[in-house]
């Protein structure tokens, strides 16, 4: 079949020429709709449903809210997991499904089993709502809405917060990929009914008589129409409040003489804000406003933020006088940079291909016709690529080596050029004619053409192992082995049509041939070479017990090396993560971020901006507590700038130092996607996490305590973070139900009207124009201060009196759960850290033992390990499996291909023996093994058996040909495929060498 479609695509050129330029419009077509990113989107697929409940405690949210989430979710089908996040306020609960299923299905199944759930949630506690449909790495735009330099009085909290939900956000939300807009800090904008206890009591109201008269006189009705000939007169009524004055005039109760009590006789109607949760720093300035663009999930990054940046410009157009936008972190910026440094690898690979090609063969056109192939077979890869839905990224993209792409191609023109310049053919006037010249093409090319076939077909074999990783290793590799096997299969097909038509085409028909550079270059190394072959022949058992011992010594030193998942992409800025003590204020949490930024801002030149986003955004996707803050810190994106630090490592170093000034407060440092992808993996921020399961909360932080210190003792181990699971200060309010029963009161009154003294409770809206603002009912500010004040909180009984709330309860001061996490049902708490300095497997290893050793867990009480070591530990085993299984493949193919066990078996030892430079290399480099490396370690392995492949059956073809002494058809078949065996070893290993000295972003990646 090969021989039939070399010999079409030799005598038919116009055909092969038009399929060549169909394929270059098709890929290029495909390149300008390739979906791009800096890297893959390793977000498990997951519907995530929130549940807003200012007024509960973790317990009570974990009870009433997220068990009865969890347990109406659980006969979903095809879900893998369930975890939930109990916090004060707040219910996060994820369900994790299996990759095939369709997310718009997976959400219909969740929406229609959270009706049970609601039934089952306390009514007024809070009403579950599904996460917008985005991933984990959906945060592809945020910014800032400032008041410019002398409208900051015009413009304060409140005003910036109101223009960007009502200006900002809506443009925004309608750009094509754009899932939502999260707001971030500022003051949300309600209408406050500021009750006043004293006049409460006076006139004898009751909060509950203030809220439904509220209610009660804010809405519109409608009474049909009148058919009054020719024309129908529609009948509605207008019963909204327009402004504060309306709500203020609304009618409480009458006196006994009959005068009214309006709402502002007992209340203070005026502007005010919503208790807030979450907070935005900047430069340690102050407060700003913000917003962050979610990204539809599966969308185009760079098309959905060429789209928002562009309504941007449009939005910015309609801003009041006096306000701007800044934006600080764009993922387009890092996109860019990434891609360019693929691109940048990639041309310079091909140029070290080109010109490795034309010094060994010593003629331009025939280097050229190889070269060719290159964009054609990257083209063909896109255009797979964008039909089978695969990113183009830095793992994707740049795991490409044009060397192994066009091993078959040098294979198949270096025995085309050998037969018709290397003084084999005899013809007159030493030219030959269009048909010799294909006659002679097609002789060439069919004699190797097994070799070059086969030699691809194991390339692609060797990366199969990839295909077979699933979870979050497979998202991140899977995408960059079906790169490689489209690329390659594209320079398979080029190599049998494309390449003998083109050099049937443009090679020249001179078969007289002059020695050049590359002849002179290829004697004096065979000069070289052959008395080191005839030595090793000679001194077989010296050879063999020397490649053992290499081999045996590159196994003790790849022990040494160490594992890590991937190495960790420099993105080019800070993501910091801050934690205060647990229970500190948002206010204090405020404070210290403000500090934090202005140190950094002042101390560091490289920094361009600070921005802390404190607690959680209004929708939660990372429900933060509020004594928690990720610090943003934009850097100088050129490290040859920077003054305070030559790298990223040192740099982190000195700035933790400058912040451990601040007390009470601890720093992680990290970067923004890094961040993302570890929460994504393991539910921590952190590159590895201990996770203890069981059900006493306070067992569980002894142990998480233990656990902390074991970790700060092994090496390598940074920024240990415990969660902390209790410890949260409470004004607990604990009903008397005999006092209860003697003022007739029964426990509803209380809660309801505690919850609206101090949480606030809506009555409705106010509309101004389009926008709309809670109309809410609380205390002043100034009555919501301390302990004692909810203590003299009045609750109104049956009989009409008004009774302080320590007559009827117990208030007081308590510690209590801050958080409360469970998978699958089960309560976890998490101990937490970076690595740094070291290799995240001999630490996890180190703690594993001490772990063991030093806590002894009570029966129902265990660990697990999470994270990146997860991640690698998950893959190596894949792999160990899948690796054998492509490589018994590798081997019944050699067999089939040569009908011999001996020559198969050698053809194969080259696999193991090929592995000791690479070892060495990574030893050298002092470079952990990760899975980047052990891809590194697969292309590899298809170079050694390609070479093997190449060799041996050269010298079937010897022996063929009568050659019968086994000695003289080594030496002959060494010496005539000695350029052919150099150049696709060298073609492979130099089209890494960009990859592996680059210093741009994303080289981190590509290096090992």
Same mark, same amino acid.
Request: hydrophobic share 45%; glycine share 8%.
């Given at each position: ?17 038009? %399929? ?12 300008? !709709? ?57 219910? &996060? ?64 909290? !409140? ?9 900002? !956000? ?81 009618? &409480? ?485 005999? !006092? ?13 009207? &505690? ?164 070892? %060495? ?88």
């Amino acid at each position: 079949m090969f021989d039939r479609l070399i010999h079409f695509s030799i005598h038919n050129k116009l055909i092969i020429g038009i %399929l060549t330029l169909a394929l270059i419009a098709w890929g290029g077509y495909s390149l300008s !709709r390739l979906p791009i990113d800096a890297v893959p989107d390793i977000t498990t697929n997951q519907v995530v449903v929130y549940t807003v409940a200012p007024s509960l405690a973790a317990g009570d949210i974990e009870r009433l809210v997220s068990f009865p989430i969890e347990q109406s979710l659980a006969t979903i089908p095809d879900r893998e997991e369930v975890r939930s996040f109990s916090r004060f306020g707040l219910s &996060v609960v994820t369900i994790v499904f299996e990759d095939g299923v369709d997310i718009y299905w997976a959400r219909q199944q969740v929406a229609e089993r959270l009706r049970e759930a609601e039934s089952q949630i306390p009514e007024g506690i809070g009403r579950p709502e599904l996460a917008p449909v985005t991933t984990g790495l959906g945060e592809i735009y945020q910014y800032l809405v400032r008041a410019k330099p002398g409208f900051e009085k015009k413009y304060g909290a !409140r005003e910036l917060r109101t223009i960007q939900d009502w200006i900002v !956000r809506r443009q925004l939300l309608g750009t094509p990929g754009v899932a939502d807009v999260a707001s971030f800090g500022g003051l949300l904008k309600q209408y406050e009914i500021a009750l006043d206890p004293t006049r409460l009591r006076s006139l004898n109201v009751t909060i509950e008589q203030v809220h439904q008269a509220v209610a009660a006189n804010n809405q519109n009705a409608g009474g049909a129409y009148l058919d009054q000939k020719p024309t129908a007169y529609f009948i509605r009524t207008e019963g909204l409040a327009e402004n504060a004055a309306d709500l203020g005039n609304i009618v &409480v109760r009458n006196t006994a003489g009959g005068l009214p009590v309006l709402v502002r006789d007992v209340a203070d109607v005026r502007l005010g804000s919503a208790v807030r949760y979450g907070a935005m720093t900047r430069n340690g300035e102050g407060e700003v406003t913000g917003g962050i663009v979610l990204m539809l999930k599966g969308a185009n990054a760079n098309d959905v933020i060429k789209d928002v940046k562009a309504r941007m410009a449009t939005v910015e157009k309609s801003l009041p006088e006096g306000v701007a936008i800044d934006v600080y972190l764009d993922r387009s910026e890092l996109v860019g940079r990434a891609i360019g440094t693929v691109k940048t690898n990639l041309i310079e690979g091909a140029l070290i291909v080109l010109f490795v090609l034309i010094l060994f063969l010593g003629n331009w056109r025939a280097g050229l016709v190889v070269a060719s192939v290159i964009p054609l077979a990257m083209l063909f890869a896109i255009a797979m690529m964008q039909l089978f839905g695969v990113s183009g990224n830095l793992l994707s993209l740049g795991a490409i080596d044009f060397g192994l792409v066009v091993d078959g191609a040098v294979i198949i023109v270096e025995a085309i050029v050998h037969r018709l310049h290397g003084g084999q053919l005899q013809v007159p006037g030493n030219r030959l004619s269009s048909e010799q010249m294909n006659a002679e093409t097609y002789t060439a090319a069919s004699k190797i053409r097994s070799s070059a076939a086969f030699g691809e077909i194991i390339i692609l074999i060797v990366y199969l192992p990839l295909l077979a990783l699933v979870g979050i290793e497979g998202k991140m590799f899977r995408p960059m082995a079906q790169t490689v096997a489209f690329a390659i299969i594209g320079a398979f097909i080029l190599s049998l049509t494309y390449v003998p038509m083109m050099a049937a085409l443009a090679l020249s028909r001179n078969t007289a041939h002059q020695p050049n550079f590359s002849d002179r270059m290829m004697r004096w190394l065979e000069a070289r070479y052959r008395p080191l072959l005839e030595w090793a022949l000679r001194r077989k058992a010296v050879v063999l017990t020397s490649a053992v011992a290499l081999f045996g010594g590159s196994l003790l030193l790849f022990r040494t090396l160490g594992g890590e998942f991937i190495p960790q992409l420099s993105e080019g800025d800070f993501a910091v993560e801050l934690r205060t003590l647990t229970g500190s204020s948002l206010s204090y949490t405020v404070d210290k971020s403000l500090q934090a930024g202005a140190i950094l801002k002042k101390q560091f030149p490289e920094v361009q901006e600070v921005v802390a986003k404190i607690g959680a955004a209004e929708i939660p996707t990372d429900p933060m507590p509020v004594e928690a803050a990720d610090v943003m810190v934009i850097l100088e994106k050129d490290p040859d700038k920077w003054t305070s630090a030559g790298n990223r490592e040192e740099l982190a170093d000195k700035m933790a130092a400058a912040l451990s000034v601040i007390p009470g407060v601890t720093f992680g440092f990290q970067q923004p996607i890094q961040m993302r992808f570890n929460e994504l993996i393991s539910g921590a921020k952190q590159d590895v996490v201990l996770k203890i399961y069981g059900e006493d909360l306070q067992q569980l932080a002894s142990y998480a305590e233990q656990a902390a210190r074991l970790v700060r003792r092994v090496e390598g181990a940074e920024d240990v973070y415990v969660e902390q699971v209790t410890g949260l200060p409470q004004i607990v309010v604990k009903l008397d139900r005999n !006092r209860l029963a003697r003022f007739g009161l029964n426990a509803d009154d209380v809660n309801r009207t &505690v919850q609206t003294a101090f949480a606030g409770q809506s009555a409705g809206l106010l509309f101004e124009q389009e926008r709309r603002f809670d109309v809410v009912l609380r205390l002043a500010p100034e009555l919501r201060q301390n302990i004692s004040q909810v203590r003299q909180l009045l609750i109104a009984t049956p009989a009409g009196e008004q009774v302080p709330l320590e007559q009827v309860a117990t208030v007081e001061l308590q510690e209590g759960p801050n958080q409360i996490q469970r998978d699958d049902a089960k309560r976890r708490i998490s101990v937490a850290f970076n690595v740094r300095g070291r290799d995240v497997e001999s630490v996890v290893t180190e703690l594993q033992g001490r772990v063991e050793q030093q806590i002894k867990f009570a029966p129902g009480y265990y660990t697990t390990y999470g994270g990146q070591f997860e991640n690698l530990r998950q893959a190596t085993e894949r792999l160990s499996i899948a690796v054998p299984v492509a490589l018994g493949l590798i081997f019944t193919l050699l067999f089939f291909t040569f009908g011999s066990l001996k020559q198969s078996v050698l053809i194969f030892t080259a696999i193991p023996l090929s592995a000791i430079g690479g070892v %060495l290399a990574l030893w050298l480099r002092g470079m952990p093994f990760s899975i980047s490396a052990g891809v590194g370690f697969i292309a590899l392995f298809g170079v050694a058996v390609l070479n093997g492949i190449v060799l041996i059956g050269y010298f079937n073809q010897l022996k063929d040909e009568g050659r019968t002494d086994l000695y003289q058809r080594i030496l002959e078949g060494t010496q005539v495929r000695l350029r052919p065996v150099l150049m696709t070893a060298t073609v492979a290993s130099l089209g890494f060498l960009p990859m592996a000295l680059s210093q741009s972003a994303g080289a981190e990646v590509q290096r090992p």
